[in-house]
């Protein structure tokens, strides 16, 4: 079954450092986001990308926050100075036709 | 997208069914139910949408009151593996693509 892949499953960063956050999403896919989840707490929308724009994004999607397609495969999540709250799980998924969203495993983003 | 109401947790022993209950008082005519679980240290995994009849698939079954204010996500044999979160979330049906509103969801504990 085809999966979403997301590259590296944990990350530990210093705060005011730069993150790219690399996801693959199924390649027949045409949406894509990015969630997150603190620990303990709810899976929250970033940001969905269509047709190489951003077509929605969150309040928690500031400034700070990047997205891009970069070569027709790699879908990356950038936080350019990384803060304590920052660190969470972030979820890639993608979708196509069918309603249902495939959801990578996650990379778990610690910043110290 | 319409709140739905889920019990914080249930549980269930291994090989019996478990039925998930999810209020949705609010839903409008043309919105779809949506489950989806998230396995522990997992992204959400998609189990089963429908609209007005009641769905089967390989993972659950969907039943849906006839005046489509609550729905049962019924898990037929739970393993330890159906130890998760389930999410119920409605979608426009216009709404494909756009961002999935997670709440609290139910925790499901399966006892061996």
């Known amino acids: 079954e085809p999966e979403v892949t997301q590259t590296p499953s944990h990350q530990v960063t210093q705060m005011g450092q730069e993150v790219i956050l690399r996801c693959v999403p199924i390649?027949?896919?045409?949406?894509f986001y990015w969630y997150r989840q603190i620990l303990g707490q709810k899976v929250e929308f970033l940001v969905s990308?269509?047709?190489?724009?951003?077509?929605?994004k969150s309040e928690i999607f500031d400034d700070q926050f990047s997205v891009e397609r970069p070569d027709g495969s790699n879908f990356t999540l950038k936080i350019r100075s990384t803060k304590l709250e920052d660190s969470a799980m972030y979820f890639c998924?993608?979708?196509?036709?069918?309603?249902?969203?495939?959801f990578g495993s996650g990379t778990r983003l610690t910043v110290v | 997208d319409a709140k739905t109401t889920q019990p914080n947790s249930m549980e269930s022993n291994e090989e019996e069914p478990v039925h998930l209950p999810c209020n949705h008082s609010?839903?409008?005519?043309?919105?779809?139910i949506h489950w989806y679980r998230q396995l522990p240290s997992q992204g959400p995994e998609y189990v089963i949408h429908?609209?007005?009849s009641n769905v089967n698939n390989r993972m659950a079954s969907l039943a849906i009151a006839e005046d489509r204010k609550s729905s049962t996500l019924i898990l037929h044999r739970a393993t330890l593996r159906d130890a998760a979160v389930y999410y119920c979330?409605?979608?426009?049906?216009?709404?494909?693509?756009?961002?999935?509103?997670f709440g609290a969801g139910t925790q499901v504990v399966v006892t061996p």
């Open positions: 998924a993608s979708t196509g036709v069918n309603y249902g969203y495939t």
């Open positions: 390649s027949n896919h045409l949406y």
């Open positions: 990308f269509y047709n190489n724009e951003i077509s929605e």
């Open positions: 609010t839903i409008s005519g043309t919105d779809y």
């Open positions: 429908g609209l007005t």
């Open positions: 979330i409605l979608r426009g049906e216009t709404d494909s693509w756009g961002k999935l509103q």
